[in-house]
């Protein structure tokens, strides 16, 4: 049995509603035939079968809202399934046995497939001789071993499905399958990324628990509350992110690792933002050759004209962090070390010297690092900077954010944090070429002239792109950016 | 380890330089991966040096000869003059223009060439000795190992290659001029091919064996053809007799006795004595003693479908490695352990592997006889189609031979095929390349072939075997 969830519909979207049904239970289905008619928060989509089978349960009716990852539809995969006693029961399908020769010709042992379909068969570590060929007499062809392949994925998922479900019903313990509530209700639980389900109530109407708008706002006032995660708590994660993005790196591409689930694991599937997250890093890894530059400076004057600045904004209404200072010192940089701020194109092999200071902030939510960019950094002043940022990286924590603005960066900024550790070695967000991770700020032993003080430092890791960049032009860079960190009014000379 | 070695590490060492080890060292290099490859002697092993390559160019070169003299049904009457000299110089042209070729390819993927003899120390390292004593040596450090050293002539008892009376088939490829009267004790492969070619540059020659008939192993009809033109080329056969002693004579020549099953003497009279009786593996240059590494009793390292072999880390390919010795296998065994040693899913799953006899006139073969395939437990169907109805065949003026091809019955998948003629060891490639894709008899019949070739001989009998052949009764 294949249990099919709605599958990951677009960066930021959730859920969906079932606008039609294609097909029934009890029909058979191909691959890639549409199954249903699905509309987001975007666009209306057709979700197609990822299988052959037959259609055993339809887990929504017309009109429901599903979330990602929620089960839609039970499949039976394997077009006439022939195990056990199963071919009578095959109801609505053609019922008839395809007759393959594989058994008669492997008269020892020997499988008639082409070296390419082999390895194929290697690669995916499918057993060539249990494939069943389609091509004449049965030979076995390249589609023959990926359905081989998927159809032993499908055997797997059940154990993989009861694992999830095994543990997810325990955090989640208040979770109802049905909830009576008014349609504006809803309305109101969809438009405050409520479930509305695990709304909790002591009302019921007709034996079934009822939900009120009270109830519903109560909900999202103590989600959004959860979702204020101080600072430091940001930069654990977003370390953590940062070193599980590497192990990612290491192992997407690789051949696949299956992990043998016992009792007390949890599984969750490894996919949407955080396979998006994964390959990309993965083939940062793969494809570009990292080397990374790694500086301390110190920065009094850096905290100096925040605490400067900070009544200013305040007046404004604006609270003023550190990150758009940091911003404006690397677009600076940038200026006097355009190399830094480039693409690399290897369709036309051309090295592109981006003339925009776009610059991407690595920020971490509850689903994975996204990168939201903040335009024309270099026009744009501290307090416009402030205002842009929040609103990037608030919409990005609540996945409420346009797959544009997190592209067309020319450069990025991480902010690794410092709980426990000084620098990172960060990974580039290619096609960019280059990536700084800066540390906390915070006060460290500096020798001046024979005396040792502590000083406001700042720790910070370039990651470039060797192909493009040398040692040295990133040595450059950051003594530029050093200069403008340590003494932020420079800013105000060119 | 000795003192004062120094000490170096690859990720891939290759042992031997034929073309199981170049293979290996170049697709090493390919992915990756840091190779070292230690040849003893020369670039290109047996193969390029004292096998396939010099003796296919003494082959064409004695054909050359052989047919200009032959050629009076065309109207040519020639009696060409032989320079054995410069003959040998074109074929050692044509080897060192190879072992050359070898060497760059080997340089321009990144392999480390390293020369001198090596043998493990311990499962990690290998001591290699350069040149000969007090040259010097080096410790290389590796974390796989390729084996690839190959094999050399096996010895007859009494029989000890000397260079002048008694020959290996590498001096006789280095002969510096034609015997009078050659003997040569074995009918294989290698003693077929040369037998041929001193039978066409002028040499009386007598071919002593001990089975009852030439190229043990193949088919009796496929057998028969190389035979009986060797017999038209006036090569004497002596069945059932085994070479067991000989004698310099006074007047510089030999005297070689042979013994049959009734332990009757036969007496044979020659310049000298080639004696090819088969091949055995290298394994005594390695220093096996210091691992945990040993032939089995065929004196053959044993390997997986991976070409590994018991020893973790270790693999070895070609000659080393078993039978069939050929070099086309070592090379696709070094393929195959280079690419296992990168963690690429590489096996050894080939369906067939074609063989090829220089004779005249050529054997190929692929896959399985029709006897092979009932012992596989196919049904096997067979199509024939004779020589001396195909046209190309006649302008060559060639009567003899055939194509055969050996397919499942039900199915029509080819299993193999048997071919005697002109250019059998490229007629076979196309049923070989058939086998590794699964085609089927009609897959073929269904391919136009060029006319007028040899090649439209494998389409015939492939019809032949659907029983739609047009041009065969
Ligand atoms: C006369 C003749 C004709 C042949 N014709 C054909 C043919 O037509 N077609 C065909 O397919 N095959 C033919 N062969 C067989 C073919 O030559 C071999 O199968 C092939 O060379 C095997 O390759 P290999 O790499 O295993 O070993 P080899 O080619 O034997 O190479 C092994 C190499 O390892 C080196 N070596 C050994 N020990 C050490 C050590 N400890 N350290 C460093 N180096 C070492 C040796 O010097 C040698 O160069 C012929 C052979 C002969 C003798």
Redesign the interface.
Known sequence: MFEFELPDLGEGVAEGEVLAWHVAAGDSVEEDQVLAEVETDKAAVDVPSPVDGVVRELHADVGDIVATGEVLVTIEAGEAPESESSTESVTGSDGEVVET?AD??A??G??????SV??LA??RGVDITAVEGS??????TEADVAAADRAADADDEPAVKSAVRRVATEPMAERRDHTLATPATRRLARELGVDIDAVPTDETRDGEAYVDAAAVRAMAEREAADDEIPDEDVRAVTEQVVSELRETADEVGA?PTPIEASDGDRREPYRGVRRTIGEQMARSRREVPHATHHDMVAVPGLVEARERLQPLAEERGVHLTYTPLLLKCVAAALDDHPILATQLDTESEEIVYRRDRAIGVATATDHGLVVPVVEAVDEKGLLELTAELDDLVSRARSRDIAREEMQGGVFTVTNFGAIGGEYADPVINVPETAILGVGAIKERPIAESGEVTAQPTLTLSLAIDHRVIDGADAARFVTTLKSYLSEPTRLLLD | MVVGDVTTGTEVLVIGGGPGGYVAAIRSAQLGLDTTLVERDAYGGTCLNHGCIPSKALISASDIAHDARNAEELGIFAEPAVDIEAMTEWKDGVVSRLTRGVESLCKSAGVNLVEGTAEFIDEETVRVAHGGEGQGSETVAFEHAIVATGSRPIELPGFEFDGEYILSSREALALETVPDELLVVGAGYIGMELSTVFAKLGADVTVVEMLEDVLPGYEDDVAEVVRERAASLGIDFAFGEAASDWETLDDGRIRVATTDEDDDIAEYHADSCLVAVGREPVTDTLGLENVALEPDANGVLSTDEEARTDLDGVFAVGDVAGEPMLAHTAMAEGEVAAEVAAGEPATLDHQAIPAAVFTDPEIGTVGMTESEAEAAGFAPVVGEMPLRANGRALTLNEREGFVRVVADADTEFLLGAQIVGPEASQLVAEVGLGIELGARLEDVAGTIHTHPTLSEAVHEAATAARGEAIHTG
């Open positions: 020769s008669e010709t008269a020892d020997r499988v008639f497939a082409p070296p082999r390895r290697r690669e091509g004449p007499s049965g030979r076995i051949e």
